[in-house]
């Protein structure tokens, strides 16, 4: 099947307005992870979703950031009032995501969504 | 703190010499260490983790805990392993990875 999509590919949008980016994850995957990557910045952990539950936020830079997941599937990342410094490339990844388990799923990764905040 | 190091931001050699991207970590416990890359145009994929001591495309990582090191070989590089490099542990317990800030290797002919 299909694997993890993200839309938009790319958006621009003026500095102090909300943006939302959208990620399909692949079907059947219950783990859902959310990343930016910035340039010199590397691969930022945002949030991880099991389910529709987010067991781990902790990687959300602010308030202005939030996300969530329903009907265990589909996710959107909402960024409040964007800032210049917002501007980054949004990565979202699923993986089969066994909870509690010691064993590792591979995580698969979106194509995605390359922000720039005017 | 649990950090992830990797020294080299940028890593150029010709075609057909040895490689390796370095990767010191910091996490209490036993981590499980990973290899992403990223090809132009491509998206992140996951290379090789270290439980699996394989060899993925020529590349190998060995597990030093000693050194806290998981470095990226390969002894004849090709032009198509131009790419961006990630090295990622993840904690024993929890799904979450940690990225390094990433090391791009360029292969010249």
């Known amino acids: 099947g299909a694997g993890v999509s993200q839309s938009p590919s790319n958006k621009v949008t003026e500095k102090g307005k909300d943006v939302e980016l959208r990620c399909d994850p692949i079907?059947?995957?219950?783990?859902l992870y959310w990343y930016r990557q910035s340039l010199g910045q590397g691969l930022e952990f945002l949030i991880y979703?099991?389910?529709?539950?987010?067991?781990?936020k902790s990687g959300l830079p602010s308030d202005r950031f939030s996300a969530e997941r329903t009907g265990g599937s589909v996710s959107t990342l909402t960024i409040q009032r964007t800032q210049q410094e917002d501007s980054a490339v949004y990565l979202c990844?699923?993986?089969?995501?066994?909870?509690?388990?010691?064993?590792?799923?591979?995580?698969?990764f979106g194509p995605g969504t390359r922000l720039t905040v005017l | 703190a649990q950090r992830v190091t990797q020294p080299e931001k940028l890593l150029s050699v010709f075609k057909g010499a040895p490689v390796e991207l370095k990767c010191n970590y910091s996490?209490?416990?036993?981590?499980?260490l990973f290899w992403y890359v990223q090809y132009s145009r491509q998206r992140l994929q996951l290379l090789l983790r270290?439980?699996s001591r394989e060899s993925i495309k020529g590349f190998t990582a060995d597990l030093n805990k000693g050194e806290t090191s998981f470095h990226l070989k390969k002894p004849f590089a090709q032009e198509e392993d131009s790419a961006m490099y990630y090295c990622?542990?993840?904690?024993?317990?929890?799904?979450?990875?940690?990225f390094g800030e990433g090391t791009q290797l360029t292969v010249n002919p």
């Open positions: 990844a699923s993986s089969l995501g066994l909870a509690g388990s010691r064993s590792y799923n591979e995580q698969f």
């Open positions: 996490y209490s416990g036993s981590p499980e």
């Open positions: 079907s059947g995957h219950t783990a």
């Open positions: 270290h439980i």
């Open positions: 990622a542990p993840k904690p024993t317990s929890g799904s979450r990875l940690t």
């Open positions: 979703f099991q389910g529709n539950s987010a067991p781990d």
